[in-house]
């Protein structure tokens, strides 16, 4: 299963599916919300904070992958230093 947080949130599903899935999630797909651009900040959306707490409380060890507006040259770095934050 793939969950895919910009449409988790656009659809305003829970994000309780993370610990109820968490045997069938295997990759993460990834864009801000917010203009569907690369994340950066945890200010950026009120539900990263529980969606992270939630993805560690569930064990996750797949993949990810960004999908936004934006550039690796102009984004990368800073949505790098974002994930390390909050997968930490």
């Excluded at 990263?48 to 409380?57: C, P, Q």
Aim: charged share 30%.
């Amino acid at each position: 299963m793939i969950i895919d947080y910009y449409h988790l949130r656009v659809e305003k599903e829970d994000p309780e599916i993370l610990v109820e899935a968490r045997d069938a999630i295997v990759h993460l797909h990834f864009a801000n919300p917010n203009g569907r651009v690369w994340p950066k900040s945890p200010t950026e959306d009120p539900v990263y904070a529980k969606f992270f707490e939630l993805l560690k409380k569930s064990g996750f060890r797949g993949g990810l992958s960004i999908e936004g507006t934006g550039t690796f040259e102009a984004d990368a770095a800073a949505s790098l230093a974002f994930f390390k934050k909050e997968l930490a």
